[in-house]
Each structure stands twice: as C-alpha cells, then as structure tokens.
C-alpha cells in the first residue's frame, strides 16, 4: 500500500523558516516524482513544485522559487520542503502528492504563522 | 501557465440526481507525447484530495463507475451519477501537461 506521511503540525514566528516533511512507503521511492501543493483555509489547490528522488532533480513554480526549497533523502525514504522569511500568507495546510497524477496524497501539514 | 477555468463554482444536487462540471483550459492540454494529461479530484471535508479520473476519462482504482470523465483539447467534463451523500465535497480539474502545473479554483457539490 502507497502512504505518504507527513510531518505534524507547525505554529512558527514570522520572518523564521520552517521544513516539513514527507515519509513514503509501499513502492520505490526514486521511481516517482514527488510534488507539493499549497491549500489556504476554504481556497483552492496551489502547485509549489516537484523534487526527483533519484537525482534532486528540482522544479518550481515561479511564485515558490525564493520561498520553497525541495530535497529528498534516498536513505530514509523522505522528502521535504524548507520554507522560508515566513509570513501571515504562508499559513496554509501543504500536501505532499505523488506522481502519476497525483494518486497519492499525504495527510496534509499546517503551517500556522503567527508571533 | 496554463489557466484551468471550473463552472460552476457550486452547486446543489438531490440525492439519486445527476451533475456535470466543465473545466476549460487556456491552453491545449494535448502533449507532444499524444497523451492528454487532465485529472479530476475530490476533496471532502477535512480530507486530502484524492483522485477519481486520469488523463481525461480513466477512472483510478477503486472509483465507482457512476463518475466518468470526457472531453479534448481545451474543454472537459466530468459527470456524477446517482449522486450519492459520500459524493459532497470540492472538486477539481487539474492540468498534468505543463510546468507548473495548475488547478481548476474548485466546485463545490452540495444536496439540495
């Protein structure tokens, strides 16, 4: 069985930087891109970028290139996303999605940003 | 970036009825490869999404055939049968053609 588990819940002061992460079980990890989604309470899915697994291999969207940083670990299975000079916009739940098409979802981190 | 447009941004539903939501793109999601990459989600409440069509009309494992999916090009639709209370959510189209890749703003299925 496919699983994505997350990193728990964050509250963190404005202007710091924070790393969530992304645990995956139950295929191989550097065979699918991993790719993360930003979600503002009651809005919609925002695409942050995707790391490969197997090489580092980076893209963002042009919005995240200054705020989101992608690394994965091949050891221990896990990805994670660093976000940083953290404001009020950035409180939001991330999600970690696997490829193809997104079939997999984590359950989902909350970032709460606030002093 | 490609511009995913979802009408309509709500609607109600009786329990057995039958919906459709459109979701358009600015941009022809037809890949150089032949393949269209445009997928359907729902979201319940306090869920993750998860996902009920692929490449325009593929149904993932384990989703009831009274969803189907159509559509090419720019223009797509995914239709709900015998709507059922397990159905209620926010759904979404979202474009696996290009980089970055973007979603529909959602449409939300609510019972009548």
């Known amino acids: 069985e496919v699983l994505l588990q997350q990193s728990g819940a964050e509250l963190v002061r404005p202007g710091s930087s924070v790393k969530i992460s992304c645990k995956a079980s139950?295929?191989?990890?550097?065979?699918?891109?991993l790719h993360w989604v930003k979600q503002r309470p009651e809005q919609g899915l925002v695409w942050i970028g995707r790391?490969?697994?197997?090489?580092?291999?980076?893209v963002y969207t042009e919005k995240f290139k200054n705020k989101a940083t992608l690394t994965a670990d091949k050891s221990s299975n896990t990805a994670f996303m660093q976000l940083s000079s953290l404001t009020s916009e950035d409180s939001a739940t991330y999600f970690c999605?696997?490829?193809?098409?997104?079939?997999?979802w984590g359950q989902g981190t909350l970032v709460t940003v606030s002093s | 970036d490609v511009v995913m447009t979802q009408t309509p941004v709500s609607l109600s539903v009786s329990l057995g009825g039958q919906v459709s939501i459109s979701c358009r793109s600015s941009?022809?999601?037809?890949?150089?490869?032949?393949?269209?990459?445009l997928s359907w989600y729902l979201q319940k409440p306090g869920q993750s999404p998860q996902l009920l069509i692929y490449?325009?009309?593929n149904r993932f494992s384990g989703i009831s055939d009274r969803f189907s999916g159509s559509g090419s090009g720019t223009d797509f639709t995914l239709k709900i049968s015998r709507v059922e209370p397990d159905d209620l959510g926010v759904y979404y189209c979202?474009?696996?053609?290009?980089?970055?890749?973007?979603f529909g703003g959602g449409t939300k299925l609510e019972l009548k």
């Open positions: 790391i490969h697994p197997a090489n580092g291999d980076t």
């Open positions: 139950g295929y191989t990890f550097t065979d699918f891109y």
């Open positions: 941009q022809s999601l037809v890949h150089i490869n032949g393949n269209t990459y």
């Open positions: 979202g474009q696996g053609t290009q980089y970055p890749r973007t």
């Open positions: 490449k325009v009309s």
């Open positions: 999605t696997r490829a193809d098409w997104f079939a997999y």
